[in-house]
C-alpha cells in the first residue's frame, strides 16, 4: 500500500471526448507527476505539479493538461481524446521535489478511446 | 539525451533460480540516478532502488542485489532464490539533473517465475 489513490481504475471513452483522471496523493506530499504507459512500453513522463503549480512538462500536447488542489489531489484533463491515448495513466507523488525523494506510485487508471 | 536499454524483454526462469536483469543506460550528465521499479499484473510501480551517479557500491536487500558499473554504464539487478512472487515487469529507469521530470524508463524486462 503506497497511499495513492487513482479513480477510475478503468475508462472506455470514444475518439474527440474528454477525460478527467483523478488522483490522491499521501498526506504532505506535494508534489504530483502524471505518466503515460502504453502497453508493452515504459511510462512517460507527461507533467509534474509542485505545490498547485506546473513544474516540468514532457513532450505532450496542450490538450493534456492538469490541475492539483491543496487536499493532495490532482487531476490530469485529456481533450479531444484520440485512439493513440489509450494507455495506463500513472501518478505518483512525494514530499520533495528531487530525486532524493522516493516516488510512491498509484494502481493507475486504464483508459481505451475507441 | 538519456537512453535506457533493457534488451531482455521476456525472462522465464524456475523457482529457486538466480536470475540477473540487465540494464544499460547512456547519458551525458555527470550526475545522474539510476532506478528499479517493479510492476506486478496490478499495475502499479513499486519503487526498488535508487542509486546515484557517485555512489558505485553494489547494494544487497535480502534477495536482491544490484551491481552497478559506470565503466560499463550498467545497472543490473539479481533476484537470489527467485519466487513465483517476483513474477513481473521490472523498469529500469534514468534521471539526470532535472529530476523526476527527466526520468526516462527502459521498456521492461517481464520475469515469470515458474513453480
Known amino acids: 500500500e503506497t497511499g495513492v489513490t487513482q479513480s477510475p481504475t478503468h475508462l472506455i471513452k470514444t475518439r474527440g471526448q474528454q477525460v478527467t483522471l483523478r488522483c490522491s496523493s499521501q498526506s504532505g506530499h506535494n508534489t504530483v507527476s502524471w505518466y503515460q504507459q502504453a502497453l508493452g512500453q515504459g511510462p512517460q513522463f507527461i507533467f509534474q505539479y509542485y505545490r498547485e503549480e506546473e513544474n516540468g512538462r514532457g513532450n505532450f500536447p496542450p490538450r493534456f493538461s492538469g490541475l492539483q488542489f491543496p487536499n493532495y489531489s490532482s487531476e490530469l484533463n485529456v481533450n479531444a481524446l484520440e485512439l493513440d491515448d489509450s494507455a495506463l495513466y500513472l501518478c505518483?507523488?512525494?514530499?520533495?521535489?528531487?530525486?532524493?525523494?522516493?516516488?510512491?506510485f498509484g494502481p493507475g487508471t486504464r483508459l481505451l478511446v475507441l | 539525451a538519456q537512453k535506457v536499454t533493457q534488451a531482455q524483454t521476456e525472462i522465464s526462469v524456475v523457482e529457486k533460480e538466480d536470475v540477473t536483469l540487465d540494464c544499460v543506460y547512456e547519458?551525458?550528465?555527470?550526475?545522474?540516478?539510476l532506478f528499479w521499479y517493479k510492476q506486478p499484473p496490478s499495475g502499479e510501480l513499486v519503487f526498488l532502488i535508487r542509486r546515484n551517479s557517485f555512489d558505485e557500491q553494489n547494494e544487497i536487500s535480502g534477495r536482491y542485489s544490484w551491481n552497478f558499473q559506470k565503466s560499463t554504464s550498467s545497472f543490473n539487478f539479481t533476484i537470489t532464490a527467485s519466487q513465483v512472487v517476483d513474477s513481473a515487469v521490472y523498469f529500469c529507469?534514468?534521471?539526470?539533473?532535472?529530476?523526476?521530470?527527466?526520468?526516462?524508463f527502459g521498456i521492461g524486462t517481464k520475469l515469470q517465475v515458474i513453480p
Open positions: 529507469a534514468l534521471s539526470g539533473s532535472g529530476g523526476y521530470q527527466k526520468v526516462t
Open positions: 547519458t551525458r550528465d555527470t550526475t545522474y540516478y
Open positions: 505518483a507523488s512525494s514530499s520533495r521535489r528531487g530525486v532524493q525523494e522516493t516516488q510512491y
